[in-house]
């Protein structure tokens, strides 16, 4: 199953979205609803993922400031 979240701040009742050609000639679902604006939408890594990322030291001081091309 592949999905594709879109998310927008609707002005009228008129919505259009561009879907990837993996889409066509393909069966879909289009569910529309209304985002609670306190609640946090909240990410969560793949379960086959999920705790393998091991970091070790820190990523932001082992590389010189001018190297992460930051506006200044």
């Not at 927008?8 to 879907?19: G, K, P, Y």
């Not at 050609?21 to 209304?34: A, G, K, R, T, Y």
């Not at 990410?43 to 993922?49: A, S, V």
């Amino acid at each position: 199953m592949q999905i594709q979240r879109h998310y927008a701040d609707i002005q009228s009742t008129r919505l259009t979205i561009e879907l990837p050609e993996s889409f066509l000639n393909h069966e879909i679902e289009v569910v529309v609803s209304i985002l609670d604006d306190k609640a946090p939408i909240v990410r969560k890594p793949h379960p086959n993922i999920a705790g393998e990322l091991i970091i070790k030291g820190d990523l932001f001081d082992s590389v010189a400031d001018m190297d992460w091309d930051l506006p200044a």
